[in-house]
């Protein structure tokens, strides 16, 4: 992933520093990415997530299946259906609102409104932080929708 994001760290950045609230959450930097639609957040120095934008976002496809900008119900249809596939281990999991995850791909399918709509935005994270999401990024890295 770093090799894709070269292109993209060279883009002018703003930084947001989120400080923990009660110690639930470590210091989190965000690195917003306004023209190429992405947002990294760091921890500790290293890379903790990228959020990618639904609407201005670059594509991101998995065995020919798009992730940014899909319906989310359809989306998440495919993520069970691709868990059931790979056997019996922990595959699919679910954030508070039921907000699908995969933990082979790393990612968590949030949402963001397009008007009327809902659009898939992947947030994508370390295996590590799929057991403890809410904590492992600031509540302003998910959508509020």
Known sequence: MSTALNDITTETQRHT????ALGTVSMV?????????????????RLAAVVVDALRGPQVVVADIPLVGRVPSTLEK???DRAEARGPHDELTYMDADVPGSESLGDVIDVQRAG???????VFVPLEAMDDLPHW???EAWSLC
């Open 78 to 80: 495919w993520m069970i």
């Open 29 to 45: 930097v965000e690195g917003g990415y306004p023209k190429s639609g992405l947002k990294l957040y760091y921890r500790e120095e």
């Open 116 to 122: 009327y709509h809902l659009l898939s935005r992947p």
């Open 137 to 139: 990024l600031p509540r």
């Open 17 to 20: 520093l989120h400080q923990p």
